[in-house]
DNA sequence: GTTCAAAATATTCCTTTTCATATAATAATG
DNA sequence: CATTATTATATGAAAAGGAATATTTTGAAC
């Protein structure tokens, strides 16, 4: 690099992107070292906790679109970590729901997740943590809706 | 959804992976309707302003893997938006900079994107952006250097 | 200066994602 | 209710992305 001012440097899309993935890198890491994808990752993630996530649900959460998503649920699926379900009053809709196989790998990553976001508090301070976590929140509300 | 307690709800690193999203989609779609893709977006953007930047330089400024920027590189060469140069001092380097059609293009979404960051500034408020910016900018800073 | 290690980029192969569209089911309209 | 529109998911071909490795060049150690 040499002139520097690069509108890109001050950019609000560029900053989010940029710290979403340098602070994910490392966790990312130890994700796929664990043997998932981050994709995975977050299907698992997303669905623990719930009974059950429509694809549609699956797809917003997991911030992918909705083939990819089709596709790594068939994958996982086969792999018995989740079930696959048609709604029995609007047929059109498919729940996914963790198996107890499914619950275990998902408890697994959340640990890890839960003690690097640990060790990141513990880095960053909690209190600018929180100021983060309010800004990141409000800017999810207020963006406009999708579609 | 139904019993609503998810880890995933309150875990930074998917705030921050769901505001980068949320925030990045409406202009994405522009982007992608103008005829390119965000990747391609990100090297032009990353370009603009400075002489020339290297492979790896790039790779890391647009947040990818070496592999699929020596990729996009090729492709925009063909284009002939980008040149490519083996640095005389280092032949292990290359050096990749605009050339005036690649700044044009990489100006006119650069146009976008300020216009866009405007409006966004204008709903969520300047303030509030600024506190953002401000945080983020400390969490790329402080995060554990990468490798 | 040879040899060995490290760094920068390219290449290969394979997986995943994406785009467009198909299929199926439900909702809305006349 | 028959028709049309809309919604939810699946599928298939094409593009992109990623992991591992190869290649080339430089730097270090002796």
Redesign the interface.
């Known amino acids: 690099?040499?002139?520097?001012?690069?509108?890109?440097d001050?950019?609000?899309?560029?900053?989010?992107?940029?710290?979403?993935?340098?602070?994910?890198?490392?966790?990312h890491d130890q994700v796929r070292a664990s043997g998932v994808s981050v994709a995975v990752w977050r299907v698992l993630?997303?669905l623990?906790?719930?009974?059950?996530?429509t694809i549609g649900?699956l797809t917003s959460?997991c911030?992918a679109n909705q083939p990819a998503i089709s596709k790594t649920v068939d994958k996982l699926v086969g792999q018995q970590l989740l079930t696959r379900t048609t709604d029995p009053d609007d047929r059109r809709r498919v729940w996914v729901e963790l198996t107890p196989q499914g619950e275990a790998r998902a408890d697994e990553l959340?640990a890890r997740?839960?003690k690097?976001?640990d060790r990141?508090i513990a880095?960053?301070g909690l209190e600018?943590?929180d100021?983060?976590?309010t800004?990141?929140?409000?800017?999810?509300d207020?963006?406009?809706a999708?579609k």
């Open positions: 690099m040499s002139t520097e001012h690069r509108f890109v001050g950019y609000l899309l560029y900053l989010l992107a940029r710290a979403s993935s340098v602070a994910s890198a490392e966790f993630a997303s623990k906790g719930t009974d059950g996530l649900e959460s911030l959340i997740a839960q690097h976001q990141l880095a960053i600018e943590i100021t983060l976590r800004a990141l929140t409000r800017l999810i207020r963006a406009p999708k």
